[in-house]
């Protein structure tokens, strides 16, 4: 299986700084087939499923404000808040699905307020 | 609106059986792959299980593959789970899931609210 990996577990940033957490896989997840990596990003309020936030690592939900964006390729991804607001508290999930279904999560990074 | 709700969770003691079921509506139950995923208490989410839309395709974890068992029904836009011979690490919060693309390998959404599962004595 694909380990998904993310750092760091935690993290406490001010309000409108920037938030990067980072996700790397044990393997490659880039479809060389049609060039896009199997990555999406999810957060999960307390109490709330998993709300999806970014897909094939960079394309945005519709609806999820552009202070979100997702980079990276293969094996290593990053997720960023560019202004951090109240409300993104939570705790951030990356999802591989090239192994599709065996579909790993990492182990999930708490965002909270500094 | 794309819907999912889930139902069938509660207590049960280790060794006993659970059914869980999904109701969906607002898209073409059938088209879609459908999934679970569970959740620990305080913990990370979990791949389950798979159904392709025709039930032609079905896939588990190895953490339930011989306890667990997927299904649908389309006719009734339903998912289940069929769980059996209950641990006490089988204690989540389960979530079903629809598969967002059509074309191949995909991420999830939606999710649905989720119904929780306690094993214990």
């Known amino acids: 299986d694909i380990v998904m990996t993310q750092s760091p577990d935690s993290l406490a940033v001010s309000l409108g700084e920037r938030a990067t957490i980072n996700c790397k896989s044990s393997?490659?997840?880039?479809?060389?087939?049609?060039?896009?990596?199997?990555l999406a990003w999810y957060q999960q309020k307390p109490g709330q499923p998993p709300k999806l936030l970014i897909y094939?690592?960079?394309t945005r939900e519709s609806g999820v404000p552009d202070r979100f964006s997702g980079s990276g390729s293969e094996t290593d991804f990053t997720l960023t808040i560019s202004s951090l607001q109240a409300e993104d508290v939570g705790v951030y999930y990356c999802?591989?699905?090239?192994?599709?279904?065996?579909?790993?999560f990492g182990q999930g990074t708490k965002l909270e307020i500094k | 609106e794309v819907q999912l709700v889930e139902s069938g969770g509660g207590l049960v003691k280790p060794g006993g059986s659970l059914r869980l079921s999904c109701a969906a509506s607002?898209?073409?139950?059938?088209?879609?792959?459908m999934n679970w995923v569970r959740q620990a208490p305080g913990k990370g989410l979990e791949w389950v299980s798979s159904?392709?839309?025709?039930?032609?395709?079905?896939y588990y974890a190895d953490s339930v593959k011989g306890r667990f068992t997927i299904s649908r029904d389309n006719a009734k836009n339903s998912l289940y789970l069929q769980m059996n011979s209950l641990r006490g690490e089988d204690t989540a919060i389960y979530y079903c899931?629809?598969?967002?693309?059509?074309?191949?390998?995909?991420?999830?959404?939606?999710w649905g609210q989720g119904t929780l599962v306690t094993v214990s004595s």
């Open positions: 899931a629809r598969d967002a693309y059509l074309d191949g390998p995909s991420w999830f959404d939606p």
């Open positions: 607002g898209f073409t139950f059938s088209s879609y792959f």
């Open positions: 159904i392709g839309g025709s039930s032609d395709f079905i």
């Open positions: 393997q490659s997840i880039l479809n060389n087939s049609n060039n896009k990596n199997h």
């Open positions: 094939w690592a960079s």
């Open positions: 999802q591989q699905y090239y192994t599709s279904p065996s579909y790993t």
